[in-house]
């Protein structure tokens, strides 16, 4: 080492001390000529060499060299490894460092603690090092890694449970669902995520699980029910749903698991013993209350098939026809039954003739009445049965048949044998009708279907603007009944409804009207005119269709076009 400093090393020492100290980092200042011109104290943090090496006039190759005899350098770990780094090799590599125009690094000085390092090469030679410990920005950022890792760890193991399970924020909108929560909805994760109930399920059910979330929030109790759940595909889903608040005071959140034991719950009745695991079956479907219902029967169905078996769509489900399936088939049961009861149809099954007599004797007992039997062509003793058998019209099914024929044809069957001798606990009778003397004139101008209460309010407001009688229907079943009683000369439907879409009783009216010598005009109303929206009024026998929001204008000139006597009066 030099004896003396240059006299390029004459600086402020004491502000450069204060600097270093007030920012928190070691500076080291060497000349072109690589002497140490100064080093602040705090460098002794970093690297414990003798105070000596860090004196003005040190070569920085001396320097390097005492910070490599500590074994506290840059980028090693004392005692990680048994091969020691050649002492020349790393001098020579970090004096080319130094004489870089600008370098930064962030490297490990430790075991436990990492350093930022950022060189300067000045346009004069002058060299600066400055030092900062990044230990705790550098375990932050580890932390955050890791933490992003669990979550898709976490992410990757709620997707493969069986069991729906989503979770909710304080505003109760979800903000995680795993893929079997968004298969029963038939909706994809960004479609569901950042919306509530609300916007999946009906106003009742939404309110009702919006209770029981604000239950757990404000309480932390958790809370249990046993629910039926009908999926976006109609087969049935029962499931014990719990739901639990996680999180910190002020940050909640609730955590709902639907535990599906479709298959595996057995409630037994007066104490009965259990059955053989092979037979485990619900025996009380009544302890689950209703909850989400997905399934679109008009979308599963196939509408021309409907739509060419005539007068037996008015079956569809405002006459909640009664139907047992027998079968040992379990897949034909569970497909079956599903489809039938998404269609509006009272439908069970039994799976031998024990149960099939106990059935028939409950029945009895109840003083109902079974409106058909489907008969699997492989059920044991079936040749017996169906000799015996005079209860009810049986249709023989079998495991390759499609679910929407045998629905169209247990209509059909339903359909001739109500023609010859109608049900007498059927409230409504198409058929009567039809024999029926011509209707009177229409007692009201234009009936509206449609469920929605501000766009009712819209349609009377604009045919009370236009001097137009008219009564309003809030769901398809009812659309029928009031077309029945009041015969209206128009009837402007809408074609997503609950309980009976717009389509099926359009379908429903037009079966009626055959052998009246009558037709009247129903116009469909759609949301969005979609191709399969456009088809589906044509197939369902609609004559037109408007698009919402509907107008005075547009509503005119559908009575000018199908009411032109009411119109050209109203006009003047």
């Known amino acids: 080492m030099s004896d003396g400093a240059p006299s390029g090393a004459d600086i402020n020492r004491v502000i450069l001390?204060?600097?270093?100290?007030?920012?928190?980092?070691?500076?080291?200042?060497?000349?072109?000529?690589?002497?140490?011109?100064?080093?602040?104290?705090?460098?002794?943090?970093?690297?414990p060499v003798p105070a000596e090496?860090?004196?003005?006039?040190?070569?920085?190759?001396?320097?390097?060299?005492?910070?490599?005899?500590?074994?506290?350098?840059?980028?090693?770990?004392?005692?990680?490894?048994?091969?020691?780094?050649?002492?020349?090799?790393?001098?020579?590599?970090?004096?080319?460092?130094?004489?870089?125009?600008?370098?930064?690094?962030?490297?490990?000085?430790?075991?436990?603690?990492?350093?930022?390092?950022?060189?300067?090469?000045?346009?004069?030679?002058?060299?600066?090092?400055?030092?900062?410990?990044?230990?705790?920005?550098?375990?932050?950022?580890?932390?955050?890694?890791?933490?992003?890792?669990?979550?898709?760890?976490?992410?990757?193991?709620?997707?493969?449970?069986?069991?729906?399970?989503?979770?909710?924020?304080?505003?109760?909108?979800?903000?995680?669902?795993?893929?079997?929560?968004?298969?029963?909805?038939?909706?994809?994760?960004?479609?569901?995520?950042?919306?509530?109930?609300?916007?999946?399920?009906?106003?009742?059910?939404?309110?009702?699980?919006?209770?029981?979330?604000?239950?757990?929030?404000?309480?932390?109790?958790?809370?249990?029910?046993?629910?039926?759940?009908?999926?976006?595909?109609?087969?049935?889903?029962?499931?014990?749903?719990?739901?639990y608040r996680v999180g910190m005071p002020g940050r909640h959140f609730v955590v709902t698991c639907m535990n599906d034991v479709t298959d595996i719950a057995v409630w037994y009745q007066n104490g009965e013993a259990p059955q053989a695991a092979a037979s485990l079956q619900i025996r009380d479907y009544s302890i689950f209350a209703a909850a989400q219902n997905f399934y679109d029967p008009f979308r599963a169905l196939n509408v021309q098939q409907l739509v060419e078996a005539g007068s037996m769509i008015e079956t569809l489900p405002a006459r909640g026809l009664r139907v047992l399936l027998a079968t040992d088939d379990r897949e034909l049961e569970e497909r079956l039954v599903a489809r039938l009861r998404g269609s509006g149809l009272d439908a069970c099954a039994v799976r031998d003739a024990d149960e099939l007599h106990a059935f028939c004797v409950a029945v009895d007992e109840a003083g109902l009445k079974l409106d058909i039997l489907l008969l699997d062509t492989a059920f044991p003793e079936r040749q017996k049965i169906a000799a015996a058998w005079r209860d009810s019209p049986i249709l023989p099914v079998s495991a390759d048949h499609d679910g929407a024929a045998v629905l169209a044809e247990v209509f059909r069957v339903c359909s001739e044998r109500a023609g010859v001798a109608p049900q007498p606990e059927w409230s409504l009778s198409f058929e009567a009708e039809e024999i029926a003397p011509p209707p009177p004139a229409p007692q009201v101008d234009v009936l509206v279907a449609e469920d929605n209460q501000i766009n009712q309010?819209?349609?009377?407001?604009?045919?009370?603007?236009?001097?137009?009688?008219?009564?309003?229907?809030?769901?398809?079943?009812?659309?029928?009944?009031?077309?029945?009683?009041?015969?209206?000369?128009?009837?402007?439907?809408?074609?997503?409804?609950?309980?009976?879409?717009?389509f099926d009783a359009t379908v429903a009216i037009r079966a009626a009207e055959k052998g009246r010598g009558q037709k009247t005009p129903i116009i469909g109303v759609t949301a969005q005119a979609l191709d399969i929206d456009l088809q589906q009024c044509k197939a369902s026998g609609m004559d037109d269709h408007i698009m919402k929001p509907v107008s005075p204008d547009m509503i005119e000139a559908v009575l000018r076009k199908f009411m032109p006597v009411k119109a050209i009066r109203t006009a003047g």
Not at 29 to 42: K, M, N, P
């Open 53 to 243: 090496a860090l004196m003005p006039g040190t070569r920085l190759r001396d320097f390097l060299g005492a910070v490599y005899d500590t074994g506290v350098r840059p980028g090693t770990v004392p005692e990680s490894s048994r091969r020691r780094t050649n002492r020349e090799e790393w001098i020579a590599e970090h004096m080319a460092l130094h004489w870089r125009e600008r370098y930064e690094s962030v490297e490990r000085a430790g075991r436990t603690r990492w350093v930022s390092m950022r060189k300067r090469r000045l346009s004069s030679g002058m060299g600066i090092l400055s030092i900062s410990d990044v230990s705790d920005q550098k375990k932050r950022d580890e932390q955050l890694q890791t933490d992003l890792e669990r979550v898709e760890l976490t992410e990757q193991i709620l997707d493969a449970q069986p069991n729906p399970i989503c979770v909710k924020d304080r505003n109760l909108n979800y903000i995680a669902v795993n893929k079997a929560f968004c298969l029963i909805h038939d909706l994809a994760q960004d479609a569901i995520l950042g919306r509530s109930a609300w916007d999946l399920v009906e106003s009742e059910l939404a309110e009702r699980f919006e209770q029981s979330d604000r239950m757990v929030l404000d309480t932390g109790k958790p809370h249990s029910q046993a629910e039926h759940i009908v999926r976006a595909d109609g087969s049935d889903l029962w499931v014990l749903t719990r739901k």
């Open 17 to 47: 001390e204060s600097s270093c100290d007030a920012l928190g980092m070691a500076v080291l200042v060497c000349s072109r000529d690589d002497t140490i011109l100064f080093a602040s104290r705090t460098m002794l943090q970093y690297f």
């Open 457 to 502: 309010f819209v349609f009377s407001q604009i045919l009370e603007g236009l001097g137009v009688s008219h009564r309003i229907a809030a769901n398809g079943r009812e659309a029928v009944e009031l077309w029945h009683e009041l015969q209206p000369a128009l009837v402007l439907m809408d074609v997503s409804m609950p309980v009976m879409n717009g």
